[in-house]
T-cell receptor, first 112, second 113 residues
Framework: DQQVKQNSPSLSVQEGRISILNCDYT??????FLWYKKYPAEGPTFLIS?????DKNEDGRFTVFLNKSAKHLSLHIVPSQPGDSAVYFC???????????FGQGTRLTINP | KAGVTQTPRYLIKTRGQQVTLSCSPI?????VSWYQQTPGQGLQFLFE???????NKGNFPGRFSGRQFSNSRSEMNVSTLELGDSALYLC????????????FGPGTRLTVL
């Protein structure tokens, strides 16, 4: 069963605009969420995380929003830059369990 | 600090063989997790080691095993390789496990012929 879902396999955004990547989860026991960025032939790079006690976390151009009642999180990138073109994975875990459950990924393309 | 390193980066094996992959975590990190990435299944958790003990295990057959050494370096072994084992195997380390962020290595691309 797919406990973490990224329903958009791809997203295309113009440079300078906002990119919004979405993620849904089904397991209400998840209480820690992360976003990773991945380039081909490289391992995922950690971007930003959020604990379930918060509903927003910001780090520079990246902001993650968590809506626990809807079991939904999103990653906002503002402004989008060409170097942001990559595959983005959301991941979820339970406190104390070192096991990340990943979504299938969304390929983000930033167009000049 | 040096990042997570994995060796080898690429490996070609034939069905029935066995393979050992190695991972060196970030200095000071004691938790090492292994993941398999395939086009069909995405990124899936294999197992996690902390202080030389397996703490968590994913839903993979017993052909997949691992261990961790006292210096936190980890190895994973796959015996009796099958074509479906072809994948990118990723190692991730974190300071103490739990909800802490995991930092990934570049992976080992295994091809089984």
């Amino acid at each position: 069963d797919q406990q973490v879902k990224q329903n958009s396999p791809s997203l295309s955004v113009q440079e300078g605009r906002i990119s919004i990547l979405n993620c849904d989860y089904t397991n209400s026991m998840f209480d820690y969420f992360l976003w990773y960025k991945k380039y081909p032939a490289e391992g995922p790079t950690f971007l930003i995380s959020i604990s379930s006690i918060k509903d927003k976390n910001e780090d520079g151009r990246f902001t993650v929003f968590l809506n626990k009642s809807a079991k939904h999180l999103s990653l906002h990138i503002v402004p989008s830059q060409p170097g942001d073109s990559a595959v983005y994975f959301c991941a979820a875990s339970r406190e104390g369990a070192q096991k990340l459950v990943f979504g299938q990924g969304t390929r983000l393309t930033i167009n000049p | 600090k040096a990042g997570v390193t994995q060796t080898p980066r690429y490996l070609i094996k034939t069905r029935g063989q066995q393979v050992t992959l190695s991972c060196s975590p970030i200095s000071g990190h004691r938790s090492v997790s292994w993941y398999q990435q395939t086009p069909g299944q995405g990124l899936q958790f294999l197992f996690e080691y902390f202080s030389e003990t397996q703490r968590n295990k994913g839903n993979f057959p017993g052909r997949f095993s691992g261990r961790q050494f006292s210096n936190s370096r980890s190895e994973m072994n796959v015996s009796t390789l099958e074509l479906g084992d072809s994948a990118l195997y990723l190692c991730a380390s974190s300071f103490a496990g739990g909800g802490n962020e995991q930092f990934f290595g570049p992976g080992t691309r295994l091809t089984v012929l």
